[in-house]
């Protein structure tokens, strides 16, 4: 099977290509005010990359959020391009995709990325918010092993605990979930904004 995976939720955009279980391109970029428009030509070429023609692509996995509000509902259009295309579509949260894969090592993986406004974006105890450090740090308090998963930026104060960076494109993380643990293309918000669609499954 030929698939795509697609991230515009965060700064860093990214298109990897899988074909047959196995991530064979990867780009990135980081220029967020610059994803609308460079997006269809960094999917072209991370196929022309991958030796695999759009056409031939059966599944999109795209990031429904959360992250920049412009960039979540951009990541989820052109997932719904695919979709209006005939192609199967599928999302999972950043949060998800960022921490999937540290499981295995023993530890309690918790996910984070900036949100603006002085807080992070954060999955702790089966619950996705947006938090600032001091409450992130009062949570850590209470789990076993946990094991910061950060992309963009992590607090000084949360330093002192077990953290990585995620250096692997997001795209290609999201190609890594078990399709099981998807969900049908949706947008994933946890904070309330103006400009935020008032729908939910597409």
């Known amino acids: 099977m030929k698939r795509l995976g697609i991230d515009l939720s965060l700064p860093e955009g990214s298109v990897s290509v899988e074909v047959d279980g196995e991530v064979i391109s990867s780009v990135a970029w980081k220029r967020p005010k610059l994803h609308a428009e460079v997006v269809f030509s960094q999917i072209e070429n991370a196929l022309k990359l991958a030796g695999v023609k759009r056409e031939e692509i059966e599944e999109v ?16 259009s052109t997932g719904k391009a695919f ?25 309690t993986p918790v996910p984070i990325i ?21 409450e992130i740090l009062k949570e850590l308090s209470s789990l076993k092993n946990p094991l910061l998963v950060w992309k963009g930026e992590l607090p000084p104060q949360l330093k002192e605990f ?18 099981g643990e998807l969900s049908p293309l949706t947008f994933h918000y946890i904070r309330d904004h103006d400009a935020k669609p008032q729908y939910r499954n597409l």
């Open 114 to 134: 900036p949100a603006r406004r002085g807080k992070y974006y954060a999955e702790l105890k089966g619950r996705e918010a947006d938090l600032t450090a001091e």
């Open 162 to 179: 077990p953290n990585v960076e995620e250096r692997a494109p997001l795209s290609a993380k999201l190609l890594s979930i078990p399709e």
């Open 83 to 107: 979709k209006e295309c005939g192609v199967k579509v599928l999302s999972s949260t950043t949060l998800k995709a960022l921490k999937h894969g540290y499981s295995s090592l023993g530890l």
């Open 61 to 76: 996995v795209v990031s429904s959020g959360p992250g920049s509000f412009t960039g979540v509902r951009l990541s989820v």
